[in-house]
């Protein structure tokens, strides 16, 4: 025989003969120790609680009006713009001017001119800057142009409250100097 198959003899006798020493002794001690854990455990399974009785709800609102109707939200609204006590509202008719599209606070006055005897300011919005005058229109909620001084710009806004109804509002623009 080869020395390698001297090894391969010497390794399977040295695994039968570590097989021989698991006898059945072992198995049969385990066996018994859970035979007897099985015997002495106790099983404790606890009461279910009885089951809430059921009580139906019975809805009463399903002949009642539907808050959510469209008609009745109409006749509400309504009754609350003839309410209004004051008749004071923008004229929503009227054509929208080019500084309109822009709030007030995305627009800064730049300058001012003097012209025939009408005094103009000089508004950027957007890259572009726009003459405006007393009476032009400006920002988004319905400004107006009441005063134009060589630092500012005045606008009455109008504005509706909490309450629905149409409120004036101040607002002004500063000239914005460029620093050098």
Same mark, same amino acid.
């Given at each position: 025989?080869?020395?390698? #198959?001297?090894? !391969?003899?010497?390794?399977?006798?040295?695994?039968?003969?570590?097989?021989?020493?698991?006898?059945?002794?072992?198995?049969?001690?385990?066996?018994?120790?859970?035979?007897?854990?099985?015997?002495?455990?106790?099983?404790?399974?606890?009461?279910?609680?009885?089951?809430?009785?059921? $009580?139906?709800? $019975? !809805?009463?609102?399903?002949?009642?009006?539907?808050?959510? *109707?469209?008609?009745?939200?109409?006749?509400?609204?309504?009754?609350? =713009?003839? *309410?209004?006590?004051? %008749?004071?509202?923008?004229?929503?008719?009227? #054509? #929208?001017?080019?500084?309109?599209? !822009?709030?007030?606070?995305?627009?800064?006055?730049?300058?001012?001119?003097?012209?025939? %005897?009408?005094? !103009?300011?000089?508004?950027?919005?957007?890259?572009?800057?726009?003459?405006?005058?007393? %009476?032009?229109? $400006?920002? =988004? *909620?319905?400004?107006?142009?009441?005063?134009?001084?060589?630092?500012?710009?005045?606008?009455?806004? $109008?504005? =509706?409250?909490?309450?629905?109804?149409?409120?004036? #509002?101040?607002?002004?623009?500063?000239? =914005?100097?460029?620093?050098?």
């Amino acid at each position: 025989m080869t020395i390698s #198959r001297i090894g !391969y003899v010497f390794s399977v006798g040295a695994l039968l003969s570590g097989l021989a020493g698991c006898s059945d002794g072992g198995v049969q001690e385990v066996k018994q120790w859970m035979d007897e854990v099985k015997r002495e455990t106790k099983v404790v399974i606890p009461k279910l609680s009885e089951p809430k009785k059921f $009580i139906p709800f $019975i !809805y009463s609102g399903k002949t009642a009006v539907d808050p959510y *109707n469209p008609s009745k939200m109409a006749v509400a609204f309504a009754k609350l =713009q003839s *309410n209004s006590a004051s %008749g004071f509202k923008p004229d929503l008719e009227r #054509r #929208r001017e080019a500084l309109e599209s !822009y709030p007030l606070d995305s627009m800064t006055m730049v300058g001012t001119l003097q012209k025939t %005897g009408l005094s !103009y300011a000089l508004v950027q919005a957007d890259k572009t800057i726009y003459r405006v005058k007393v %009476g032009n229109y $400006i920002g =988004q *909620n319905f400004g107006m142009i009441t005063k134009i001084d060589d630092t500012e710009v005045d606008i009455k806004e $109008i504005v =509706q409250d909490a309450a629905g109804d149409w409120v004036e #509002r101040k607002a002004k623009l500063e000239l =914005q100097e460029t620093k050098k």
